[in-house]
């Protein structure tokens, strides 16, 4: 690899690092083509990105963002980075099921607003609720309490019309 390339490849690791700010390193020995196309295809579906990069430049990455909290043994061997910038779970849920699927890849470590965590944190947040489901149970919380409203209020109203039907009644 040339040095332009290799500088290339820096700069966009650099600013990855500025843009991201959850991390799953793994190491993708064993995949075949096929099978990093689909997890590559599953992570672009939820926005998340992969990177393959040298372990190297990752270091270099590192010292210039001044990131210190990643464990040496992580940057060894074949090293590919799951980022994502919203949502720390989904990619956890996305990995771990393809290696369930596939007992590939294995993570490494998890980087998550500059705080590294074991590899066997994954499990953990996996097991976590994603974004979209406590989205969900937000606004089923707030809309509770008005469509109760609308219930007793709704009630009332029949309880009225009722009453005013049986006076037409009883005046005829």
Do not use: C, W
Not at 26 to 55: C, E
Not at 133 to 152: C, D, H, N, T, Y
């Amino acid at each position: 690899m040339l040095r332009k390339d290799k500088e290339v490849i820096l700069q966009d690791l650099i600013e990855d690092f500025k843009e991201f700010n959850v991390f799953y390193f793994t190491n993708y020995k064993g995949l075949n083509v096929t099978d990093m196309t689909t997890l590559r295809t599953k992570l672009k579906d939820a926005g998340i990105k992969l990177r393959i990069a040298k372990n190297t430049l990752i270091r270099v990455a590192r010292e210039e963002m001044k990131i210190s909290s990643i464990d040496k043994e992580v940057l060894q061997g074949n090293t590919a980075i799951v980022m994502s910038k919203d949502d720390p779970i989904a990619p956890a849920k996305i990995v771990r099921n393809f290696i369930r699927e596939h007992q590939k890849p294995s993570i490494k470590g998890i980087l998550l607003d500059n705080e590294f965590y074991k590899a066997d944190k994954i499990k953990h947040f996996a097991s976590l609720q994603g974004m979209d489901e406590l989205r969900a149970k937000v606004v089923a919380s707030i809309a509770a309490p008005i469509s109760g409203l609308v219930f007793v209020l709704s009630g009332l109203l029949r309880g009225l019309v009722s009453q005013i039907d049986q006076l037409s009644k009883r005046e005829e």
